[in-house]
């Protein structure tokens, strides 16, 4: 047994971040991703329990970002977590989600199956990402029609940078004791979408909207993203319960976690703004 990590989706929004840390701390990692491209990774692909099982060889924790194509987590992420536990992997961290409580849908499956039988664990469930404007779905829109779509109305978020959440998943990964919890990330304030665009226009010097859906409307526009019929209904949901109060909190888990305060919007904005 070495003291190797695993770092699944190495290459993905908080993964990409979870290694660079890593490697800045001189740990011993290998990146599960299914295309390999460099020495220090490895094949690994959800959809392939078989061939993923090699990579979990000398692996003492595991960073598990659980596959984006799929609803049906607990159908398709424990099998290979069990290959793990068989090939001596002692700690998990997963990334979940602040709205998917132990035992709810997606990711909310495997942590239940964590908690039952794995003997370290640690479940991380940040809030929305600061990244979703910079990276993902608001990104095209801001740029091209100085607009952000949401069903969110005026609900508020504790939105989070993902670089915070990868150093929530390093001291996870490397603290002596295994926390063995569920611990909810959020930035250090809760903001509407209204107020992102705000902070968006100040700093572009251009008018960003807000622009209100209702949930019909957000799930049309997720599938013309790209999104299946099913997963765009949850996206769209959460947007509902988001509407509602869902995420309107702040937490200290980061600087728990971590020992330092999370990034503002603000200060992301700032950093990120050339992307707009």
Known sequence: MTDRILVIGGTGKTGRYVAESLKAKKVTFRI???????????????MN???SAP????????????PT?????????????????KAGVQRFVLLSASSLERGGPMMGQVHDW??????EWTVLRPTWFMQNFSEQQHLPTIREESAIYSATGEGRVGFIDTADIAE???????????ANSDFILTGPE????????????????????HVQLTLEQL???????????EYAEILAGMDINISQGSENRVTSCVKDLTGRAPQSMQAFILREKQVW
């Open 114 to 119: 964590l908690a039952l039988n794995a003997r």
């Open 190 to 209: 809760a903001l509407s979408y209204s107020d992102v665009a705000a902070q968006l226009s100040k700093v572009l010097a251009r008018k960003i909207d």
């Open 219 to 229: 799930i049309e526009h997720l599938k013309r993203g790209g999104l299946p019929q």
């Open 32 to 46: 599960g991703t299914r295309n390999p491209r460099e020495t220090n990774h490895v094949s690994f692909d959800w």
């Open 168 to 178: 929530c998943a390093v001291a996870a990964l490397l603290s002596e004791q295994s």
């Open 49 to 51: 329990p078989t061939a």
């Open 69 to 85: 194509n799929t609803s049906d987590h607990e159908k398709v992420v424990p099998p290979i977590l069990e290959t793990a536990l």
């Open 55 to 66: 990579a979990f060889e000398g692996v003492r924790a595991a960073y598990v970002v659980a």
